[in-house]
Structures are given as structure tokens and as C-alpha cells.
């Protein structure tokens, strides 16, 4: 398994265009078997979820065509099957999957999800709604077998405005007879792009962006064209880079609003930025103030830029904290930061964080997706080399970030699993 070594020291200066969401992708991609005509996504990102995916797409029968970022799914001959355990426990989202699925072919069988260990993420929602919906759904040896014969509309209540559920069982009353109504629903951003792509294959849906979704059930929708929007949560993680490395970076090809969240805790902490139509940046070149954050469901602070901004406040000036509201382990960062030369600990769902003057080069190890991104964001300003293993949670979000990071002006580069453990026999 490769490793990255970065060496620290160099302000990241330049334009970074930012890809194709991958949490937006693969919220669309779980609800291509809803489709019957052929589906066209521009803007796919091209990481490793999105690649799951599309095999488990494939191994239901649907032809996928990619070139570059545009790929076209033809449905046409979908059908059941039963999925490679393996396969569906690498990526959470392809539970997703299962509603669509048996909308479409009245059943369904798949693996209990995986996805990076951040915490309890309970399918509860997704069960109760979609037996709501009149699904019969039973967990047998590991495997949720699904029977959707005589579903139709209802309405669904969500204790907690989760994005997931919103997104799974919308899609799946896209294709379920009679009206339904998702109350308490996320919000989300890739909520809202979700809605958008099945309006365009033909779904009739109304209160999207709101906590009141309504769902008209059609017999059939169709296909058509939809350009994935640009990944919010790593057009931060590159603004923080800028930050943390007293840089000067413009990301581009965004929508603003969803970054305020993020750039209005950075002017708390001193540091400036300014936006534009489709574009903002962030610049410094000092050590920020310290601050508190609390991540929130959207328009709030996202958990997803949670461990990164944890990298920024190690070397603020005073005492952070950081309560995360969203998942209960979601501190898989905060060792590895120590091992680096921050004061870091975590007292229950809350990180504190006194910053220190410098950080120093170490290896460590991701142990999920942001708590990589986080430690990228660290070796960018730590003092020496750091090495970085497990680096397949970060190609999980984040597309050709060694190439991104090089354009900047950083110091990074990926290293065979051969080359590491020959210099590094013991670690």
C-alpha cells in the first residue's frame, strides 16, 4: 500500500479548479437503476467510491461508458444479483442502492454497508422509511434482502435531519405510487443536487432545500444529462491549505454559500478571504487566533471539514475547540497530530486544541477519509518530512491531490509500497 511523504515549509500559492462532489456523485449514482433511458454525468470525480460504484452498477447489469469525466449509464438490461460482500463494504453508499433497486425491480439483496469508521452510522432511518413506503426489509447472515411488492406512498418522519436517509428514500419514492412526504429532511447541498438530477429524469419533487420534502410517484422516469456541482468539502479543505501554510489560494468553479460557514469561522481566527460569482479565496501570513466550532447539519459548520480545520487551530495562537455534533468518533486525527507535536485531546465529543508555535515531520496514519485530508494539511506546515499511510482513505474524496498540491507549490509525492518498507523495515 503506497504512502505520501510531504515535506512541509512552502505557502501554497495558486488557482485550484475544484472536481466533481463525490458525495453529491454518489448519492446520483445510487439512484441510476431508477432511470429507464440512458443517464449522461459530466463532472464525475475520479476517485476510488465513485469507481466502486460504478462496478456495483455494472454488476446489475447497467452499461457504463466513461470518457474522462463524462460517463453515460444505459439501464436497459438491469437485473437482479447478489453483490460481492467485499465490494458493497468498501463504500457506504451502496446501501443506497437498495430502494432504487427494488422500486424498480420489486427486490433486492445487499451486504450490510462499510465506509470509513467515523462512528455509528445506523441504517434505522432508511429501514423505518422505507417499510413505511410498504417494503419489507430483513437482515439475514449479514445481507438486507428486500421485497417491495404493494409499496406506495406515506409519510416519513426523520428524528435527525440526515442527509443519507433524505437522499435514499427520495430517490426511491421517485418510483413508488401515490405522494410521499419526508419531514425533518436534510438540507443538504447534495440533497438539493440529487433533486435536481431526477427532476431532469423526469421525478416530480417539490421542497427541496427545505425540511419538508413532497415526492409524486411516477410509473417511469426517463434519462438525460446533469453536471455533478463542485465538491464543497474539498474546495475547503484546499482554502484551509492556504491557511495553514500562510499561502494565497483562489478555488474556482463553486457556489460561494456554501463555504461561508467555513470562511466565517476563519475571519474569526484572523484570516481574511473574498469571493466572487463562482470562486473564493483565502490568504495569510500568520498564525491564527483560536476559535470555537461546532459542527452543525447545513447551513452549519459541516462535519466533513471538522478534522481538517482541527489541523489548522494546532498552530493558532491560544486554546481551540472543536464539538462535533454529527458523529461520535470522528477523532481518529487527533493521535496522529500528537505524534506530529500538537496538543491535542478529545474529552468526549469535544477536541481541544492548544496550539503550538511549529509542528514537526512524523509518520502517521489515516484512519478515514478527513482524518487524512487533515494530516495532509499538517505535513504542509510541519517542519521535515511527514509520511502518511494508508492514503486509500484519501484517494476515496479527494482526485489527483498530489498533482494539485505540486501546482501549488508543495512538496508531495506518493511511494510504492516496495520503496517504503525497503527504507522503513520497522515502523
Not at 243 to 259: M, R
Not at 273 to 296: F, Q
Not at 373 to 385: F, K, R, T
Request: glycine share 12%; hydrophobic share 40%; net charge negative.
Amino acid at each position: 500500500m503506497s504512502v505520501l511523504k510531504i515535506t512541509g515549509g512552502q505557502p501554497l500559492r495558486g488557482t485550484v479548479e475544484i472536481q466533481g462532489s463525490k458525495n453529491a456523485a454518489l448519492a446520483i449514482l445510487s439512484a441510476i437503476p431508477l432511470a429507464s433511458g440512458k443517464v449522461t454525468l459530466r463532472n464525475l470525480p475520479d476517485i476510488s467510491d465513485v469507481k466502486t460504484k460504478v462496478d456495483l452498477l455494472r454488476g446489475y447489469g447497467v452499461v457504463v461508458e466513461i470518457n474522462g469525466g463524462t460517463a453515460t449509464f444505459d439501464t436497459s438490461n438491469i437485473h437482479h444479483w447478489e453483490p460481492d460482500p467485499e465490494l458493497v463494504r468498501k463504500i457506504r453508499t451502496g446501501f443506497y442502492m437498495l430502494g432504487p433497486l427494488i422500486a424498480r425491480l420489486g427486490k433486492a439483496k445487499l451486504p450490510m454497508p462499510g465506509g470509513c469508521k467515523i462512528g455509528a452510522r445506523p441504517v434505522d432511518y432508511h429501514i423505518r422509511g422505507l417499510s413505511i413506503l410498504g417494503a419489507v426489509v430483513e437482515l439475514v447472515g449479514g445481507n438486507y434482502l428486500a421485497d417491495g411488492e404493494g409499496m406506495k406512498g406515506g409519510e416519513i418522519y426523520l428524528d435527525t435531519p440526515s442527509a443519507g436517509a433524505t437522499q435514499h428514500l427520495m430517490s426511491t419514492a421517485c418510483l413508488v405510487p401515490g405522494i410521499t412526504t419526508i419531514q425533518n429532511a436534510s438540507s443538504e447541498p447534495e440533497v438539493v443536487a440529487l433533486a435536481t438530477f431526477l427532476e431532469i429524469i423526469g421525478a416530480r419533487i417539490e421542497g427541496v432545500g427545505t425540511s419538508s420534502i413532497t415526492v409524486y410517484g411516477k410509473e417511469e422516469l426517463g434519462g438525460g444529462e446533469f453536471a455533478i456541482p463542485a465538491d464543497r468539502i474539498q474546495a475547503g479543505t484546499y482554502l484551509l491549505a492556504a491557511a495553514i501554510t500562510g499561502g494565497d489560494i483562489t478555488t474556482t468553479g463553486i457556489l460561494p454559500e456554501n463555504q461561508t460557514a467555513l470562511v466565517s469561522k476563519l475571519a474569526e481566527a484572523g484570516i481574511p478571504s473574498e469571493e466572487g460569482a463562482d470562486w473564493v479565496r483565502v490568504w495569510s501570513d500568520g498564525r491564527p487566533n483560536a476559535i470555537k466550532v461546532r459542527t452543525m447539519p447545513y447551513p452549519g459548520f459541516p462535519t466533513d471539514i471538522q478534522q481538517p480545520m482541527a489541523a489548522l487551530l494546532t498552530i493558532a495562537k491560544g486554546t481551540s475547540t472543536i464539538e462535533e455534533t454529527i458523529y461520535e468518533s470522528r477523532t481518529g486525527h487527533v493521535n496522529e497530530l500528537v505524534r506530529m507535536g500538537a496538543k491535542v485531546s478529545s474529552e468526549g465529543r469535544t477536541t481541544v486544541i492548544e496550539g503550538v508555535e511549529q509542528l514537526s515531520g512524523a509518520v502517521v496514519e489515516a484512519s478515514d477519509l478527513r482524518a487524512g485530508a487533515a494530516l495532509c494539511l499538517a505535513g504542509l506546515v510541519a517542519n521535515g518530512d511527514t509520511y502518511i499511510k494508508n492514503v486509500h482513505y484519501i484517494d476515496r474524496g479527494y482526485q489527483n491531490l498530489e498533482q494539485t498540491i505540486q501546482g501549488l507549490g508543495g512538496t508531495i509525492e506518493r511511494i510504492s509500497a516496495a520503496e517504503w518498507e525497503k527504507n522503513h523495515p520497522v515502523t
